[in-house]
């Protein structure tokens, strides 16, 4: 479990991090979402214990470790994908670090094969790509067996098999009743992983809540109804605080009402529904629409595309 307690980081003028608080559970994939700059990173080195709190406390399973990081049995941590540069091979890279933290080489080719880099354990890490990389950084992390993990962008530069693996990984981790928080900016992603969300936006938090709640409270949820009676079914649902807007001839897109309700007013009219559907946004619509105030680095619409402006 992880804990953290009115956490605030400040670099020079900068409030990175401003009073956060919020609870990170075993048994379930947590993702933590934000926009660029928005202090993930910055979250997750003070829960690594990498960088002291201007403010405020975290506790890792119960434990606060102030000036020295975790054990690797407790925390293991994989941070913004650096290539290791060394000569060695990964087996030797991660057998130094399991000699160091107490480890058995045993572990060493057991989360060798977790993360399926088997067939270049013997290969030197210099010459990894992106993906390899972060699957030695997975490795590293997992090395210790920790009781809780956390991963900043652990799909960045994976293909899409690496994406899938990643996944799967993280929910089997989960499931064994490890405590996992991850960051990411890929929403579909996150939406198929996580259970839980913690979203921050310019250091403050936004949202501690799960995925299905999250993207509940960001949509209208819009009824799609499809029948050849359209108008007539129209006529017996409108009221006020209703809206009823026409796509095609057979089609109306209600907003208020339940498609229970919509059902059963079809039903005792004896009016044919071929479909009904509740439209529910996206986790990227929900993520958007609570974000778009707390953007801090917005691309211009007209101007260059490329050009990045800082809103005041
Ligand atoms: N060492 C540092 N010195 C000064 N400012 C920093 C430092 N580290 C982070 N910041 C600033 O703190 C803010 C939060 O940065 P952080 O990297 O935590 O954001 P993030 O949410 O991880 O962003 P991204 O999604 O782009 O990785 C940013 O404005 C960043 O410029």
């Not at 080195?45 to 990081?69: E, F, H, K, Q, W």
């Not at 060493?108 to 030695?136: H, P, W, Y």
């Not at 913690?198 to 819009?222: H, N």
């Not at 209600?254 to 039903?267: C, F, N, R, Y």
Request: with cysteine.
């Amino acid at each position: 479990m992880i804990e953290v307690k009115n956490l605030s980081k400040r670099y020079g003028e900068k409030l990175a991090v401003d009073g956060v608080s919020f609870v990170v559970h075993p048994g379930m994939v947590t993702g933590f979402l934000g926009p660029n700059g928005a202090g993930k990173s910055t979250t997750m080195r003070m829960i690594a214990g990498l960088d002291r709190p201007t403010a405020g406390d975290v506790v890792v399973n119960d434990r606060r470790y102030r000036s020295c990081r975790a054990p690797m049995a407790e925390l293991g941590v994989l941070l913004e994908a650096k290539a290791v540069h060394t000569g060695r091979s990964a087996r030797n890279h991660l057998l130094a670090l399991a000699q160091t933290n107490g480890v058995s080489s045993k572990r060493v080719d057991e989360v060798i094969d977790l993360v399926g880099l088997r067939s270049v354990a013997g290969t030197r890490v210099g010459g990894f790509s992106l993906g390899m990389g972060q699957r030695l950084g997975v490795a590293s992390a997992l090395l210790g067996n920790p009781q809780t993990v956390v991963l900043d962008e652990p799909s960045n530069g994976l293909d899409p098999e690496g994406v899938l693996w990643m996944r799967t990984m993280l929910k089997s981790l989960a499931a064994d009743g490890h405590t996992v928080f991850v960051s990411s900016h890929l929403m579909s992603e996150m939406a198929q992983t996580a259970t839980r969300l913690v979203v921050i936006g310019r250091g403050k938090l936004m949202a501690d809540t799960t995925v299905a709640e999250f993207i509940a409270r960001a949509s209208a949820s819009t009824v799609t109804v499809r029948t050849p009676e359209a108008s007539r079914l129209r006529e017996l649902l409108i009221a006020p605080d209703i809206t009823i807007s026409a796509g095609q001839p057979d089609v109306l897109h209600v907003d208020g009402l339940t498609a229970q309700h919509i059902g059963t007013i079809a039903w005792q009219a004896h009016l044919p529904i071929y479909e009904l559907t509740v439209q529910q946004a996206s986790l990227e619509q929900a993520f958007m629409e609570l974000t778009s105030d707390s953007i801090e680095y917005r691309t211009t619409t007209s101007a260059d595309p490329h050009t990045e402006t800082v809103a005041s």
